[in-house]
Structure formats: C-alpha cells, structure tokens
T-cell receptor
Framework: DAGVIQSPRHEVTEMGQEVTLRCKPI?????LFWYRQTMMRGLELLIY????????DSGMPEDRFSAKMPNASFSTLKIQPSEPRDSAVYFC??????????FGDGTRLSIL | GQQVMQIPQYQHVQEGEDFTTYCNSS?????IQWYKQRPGGHPVFLIQ?????EVKKQKRLTFQFGEAKKNSSLHITATQTTDVGTYFC????????FGAGTRLTVKP
C-alpha cells in the first residue's frame, strides 16, 4: 500500500502565480479531503469529496481556490492567483466511510 | 459540522511527567478518533472510541470516551521525548473535522 501521495512536496512561487497541488488517494477509498494547516489556524478542512463528488466546500477560503476530482484516483487543489497569506502546508487525506483517515505527507507552499 | 473543542492548546512537561489532553463537544458524538502529528509530519491515526465509557490503552497511552459521549481524553503516563507532537481528536462524520490540537513538548 503506497499510501496517499501528494505532489509537489514543496512549492515556492511568487504571488499572482497559479499553484496546483495534486493528490492520489489510497485505492478504493471513497472519501477524499483537502486540509490546510498553519500555526495560526491549525488544521482547517477546505473541501471533501465522496465518490469523486464535492460534498462540502464551505471551507474553501475564496474564489481563488478550486478543487477537482476527475476520477477516483486523482484530485487537484488549485489557487489562482496565489497570495502570500496562502502560504501553509496543504494535506490530502482519504478513507473508507467510518474508517480512519490516511494523510499524505503534505505540500509545503510558500508564496513570496 | 460541529467541531470538537480541545484543551489545552499547549503543554510543556518534564520527561517522566504525565500528560492529558481533553476533547469536548456540546452534542453527542457518534464516535471519536485520536491522531498524533510529529513535528514536520502528518497526522497519524492512533485509535477510535465508539462505546459510551470506553477505555482503551496503547502502552503508556490511555484513551477514554465519556459516559455521555460528549467528551474524550488522552492520557500519557511518564512522557518520553518520543511523545513530542500535536495530538488531535476528530469526530469521524462525513465532514470530518479536527479539534485544534494540543501541542506537547517534553523537556529531557
């Protein structure tokens, strides 16, 4: 079991640029979550999918953020345009309904 | 979704001392999960509690679920430097949300 795979592990870019974060969930898991973690805000839920369908995106900060899950094995989180306040660690996690979540190693994003 | 409240936010202990973190909810929890995140790492599942009054142990860690299923605690006996990290509780509903976490530091 390869676990949840996120890429890139680190991303440094200038403000205004588009950022795309990628996630491959564990095969067969029917739930996929995107979280953002900062010292100030802790671990925030951004959006989650069930069977590739977005269920709750109320945690998405604003229209600059968008997430897609075109199939059961891939999801993206996109920020356009990026701002310095978007700097954080972004985690993807997946699980079977009612079972523990498995997190990826995260993407450490720095917007200059 | 209802988020569980977790206290304390930080705890610094001397190695060998005990440590406890608490999660509280204003509503009844169906069940609760605990996770640990090491510095620089990602949250890792520790345990799930389902039954009212349930107590589970993992070596020096003791997990409890309140009788009313509105609170839970994690107690570490005789902390070690390897216990350093942030401990989160979470209610595994569909919109799974985590408590704010308790950051534990241990002085050797």
């Amino acid at each position: 079991d390869a676990g949840v795979i996120q890429s890139p592990r680190h991303e440094v870019t200038e403000m205004g640029q588009e950022v795309t974060l990628r996630c491959k969930p564990i095969s067969g898991h029917d739930y996929l979550f995107w979280y953002r973690q900062t010292m100030m805000r802790g671990l925030e839920l951004l959006i989650y999918f069930n069977n590739n369908v977005p269920i709750d995106d109320s945690g998405m900060p604003e229209d600059r953020f968008s997430a897609k899950m075109p199939n059961a094995s891939f999801s993206t989180l996109k920020i356009q345009p990026s701002e310095p306040r978007d700097s954080a660690v972004y985690f993807c996690a997946s699980h079977f309904s009612g079972q523990p979540q498995h997190f990826g190693d995260g993407t450490r994003l720095s917007i200059l | 979704g209802q988020q569980v409240m977790q206290i304390p936010q930080y705890q610094h202990v001397q190695e060998g001392e005990d440590f406890t973190t608490y999660c509280n909810s204003s509503t009844t929890l169906s069940n609760i999960q605990w996770y640990k995140q090491r510095p620089g790492g990602h949250p890792v599942f520790l345990i799930q509690l389902v039954k009212s009054g349930e107590v589970k142990k993992q070596k020096r860690l003791t997990f409890q679920f309140g009788e009313a299923k509105k609170n839970s605690s994690l107690h570490i006996t005789a902390t070690q430097t390897t216990d350093v990290g942030t401990y989160f509780c979470a209610e595994p509903n569909n919109d799974m949300r985590f408590g704010a976490g308790t950051r534990l530091t241990v002085k050797p």
